[in-house]
């Protein structure tokens, strides 16, 4: 079974978990954990090429970056995030997932953030003509992250935008935000594989996978945990210049040496 055939099987049944990498060694980390897939957080990669979530760095640093930890995941499924498709126009957009298409990378997610679901759902549709049927593509839509309109209508408005990437050839819906058990109910009848972020309020897996979900991201979380403990043993180290607090945290040289590959 190819790379692109285990990744759309793991959406069929059971729930997902995507430990979020943004970098090879976060991903061969991720992997010996015992990911069975991995995505690419966009605000990780954004950080580890030095770029800020939410700018453009350059394409040929992003799809290096895809390639590396595509790489390095040998067999196991990597999905890239790549935020809007880094263009208003469709076919723009289009032409960047082909090129991320051939770094190995299996499915992407592509979102509307604050911008009108019909300009997704052309996105969508330009990707699809472009690339074929083999890649999964997971429309992220952004009304609970970014609190777009009425509480009292976005599910209503929920139901519309994933009819139209759905109906424009998407294959997963990503909600990031929603928490509640009875929302979460009403996004999974929406027709495709329901995707959440990560959230302390939140169910845990076997509550997730009870109400129909079947994909867990952990978004920057990760990322941002691993440079929050990097911050503190810098400033530590800068302060009093001790290294036991280091070699106590530190993951094993020779096994991380091993993960790696030539």
């Known amino acids: 079974m190819s790379a692109s055939q285990t990744f759309r099987t793991l ?14 060694a976060s991903t061969a980390l991720s992997i010996a954990a015992g990911a069975k897939a ?5 605000a990780g990669v954004a950080w580890a090429l030095g770029w800020p979530d939410g700018a453009t760095p350059p394409e040929a640093e992003l799809l290096g970056a895809v390639s590396r930890m595509v790489r390095v995941a040998g067999d196991v499924p990597v999905s890239a995030d790549i935020e809007g498709g880094f263009s208003d126009d469709p076919g723009q957009a289009a032409a960047f997932v082909k090129r991320t298409w051939e770094t190995g990378a299996v499915g992407i997610n592509i979102e509307d953030g604050a911008d009108p679901a019909e300009g997704l759902a052309d996105k969508i549709a330009a990707v699809r003509a472009v690339v074929g049927g083999d890649l999964f593509i997971n429309a992220r839509c952004d009304l609970w992250l970014r609190g777009i309109g009425p509480v009292e209508g976005r599910l209503e408005e929920a139901a519309r935008r994933a009819a139209l990437y759905k109906a424009a050839g998407a294959d997963g819906l990503f909600m990031p935000g929603v928490v509640e058990a009875e929302t979460i109910t009403a996004l999974v009848g929406m027709g495709m594989p329901l995707n959440l972020l990560a959230r302390p309020a939140l169910p845990d897996a076997k509550g997730l996978e009870a109400l129909g979900v079947r994909r867990l991201s952990a978004g920057s979380n990760i990322a941002a ?8 043993l810098t400033r530590g180290f800068l302060t ?6 280091q070699a106590a945290e530190a993951f ?6 091993g993960l790696m590959k030539p």
């Open 240 to 245: 009093d210049g001790a290294s036991g607090p």
């Open 11 to 24: 959406h069929a049944s059971g729930l997902l978990i995507l430990p979020n990498a943004w970098d090879a």
């Open 225 to 232: 945990a691993a440079y929050a403990t990097a911050d503190r």
């Open 38 to 42: 991995v995505a690419t957080t966009s």
């Open 252 to 257: 094993d040289y020779g096994a991380l040496n």
